[in-house]
């Protein structure tokens, strides 16, 4: 292996098994994504709903990145994920850092007052939401409650004064109702834009620029915003990765949500190191047994 530049930390060293003797530098997670797109085509996500190759995730990432540009959201806008742990809930997320906005995890766990509270305080200017996890919260229910103003708009860009940011609320795995967008209309929207603006929005994202916020659990008073670069994620993706030894050859089963920064981690050194990431997706004692069988 050639000798490392000074100013590239030996911790992000990649193993010569899985990135060809290369090694990792600092960069956004859109950029981590697309190399890894481009250097492996075996399964980089398994969920109880999909299988996808890294191609497939890239592909899909770029779909929600295309909506978000339809709908008009811009670097450093606030995108809120309350969504089922699943297959489009990594492609939200990661399609809102690869544009340069910032992607807001949100507790499934939290009651109104939390939700509420991190809805305000974070600025969010489009929230997807989830109709349809069977015996969890009822989620769209729970956002109007917090936000009653929803059930007089007359329309689905919405002006509210109690989240005076707040543009778009998009309803998935059910239908849309008052004030909401449907999902399958908000992406189409992105079908109409060209790959070309995702490009060139991805290309403008700096390292230093803040990629996720992840808040805490509130145990002590109500929930803080730990503002997390693109940078911090990266190098902790390639240390822990490397600490961990891990290879293309590898499964890496993860049963932590999406929404604390551990179980964010454990997919981000998967995708570093071409691991296969497996999610349990929303928990379940018996579905966890059987997907690690």
Known sequence: MKALRSSVSPDL???PSSIDS???????????????????????LITPKVRWSFTDFDRRVDEFARAYIAHGVQP?????????????YYAAVFGAMRIGAIAVPMNARFKGRELGHVLRSSDMRILLVTAGVRGSTDFVALIHEVLPEMDTSASATLSLSSAPELRRVVVFEGPAGKGETDSDAFLAAGATVDIGLV????ERVSVRDIGIIMYTSGTTSSPKGAM???EALTR?????????????DDRVWNPLPMFHVGGMNFFLCSLAYGATHVH????????????ID
């Not at 290369?22 to 980089?44: F, I, P, Q």
């Not at 450093?76 to 489009?88: I, M, T």
């Not at 490009?199 to 991805?202: D, T, Y």
């Not at 349990?280 to 997907?291: E, N, R, S, W």
């Open 76 to 88: 450093r806008d606030k995108v809120g994920v309350l969504l089922a742990q699943d297959g489009d």
């Open 280 to 291: 349990v997706g929303d928990f379940t004692p018996a579905g966890a047994l059987a997907q």
């Open 236 to 248: 902790a993706a390639a240390v822990v990765g490397s600490r961990q030894g891990l290879t293309i």
């Open 228 to 230: 997390l670069s693109h």
């Open 13 to 15: 060293v990649v193993r």
């Open 199 to 202: 490009h060139a929005a991805s």
């Open 22 to 44: 290369r090694v990792t530098s600092v960069t956004t997670v859109g950029d981590m994504l697309r190399r890894a797109a481009s250097t492996w085509s075996h399964e980089a």
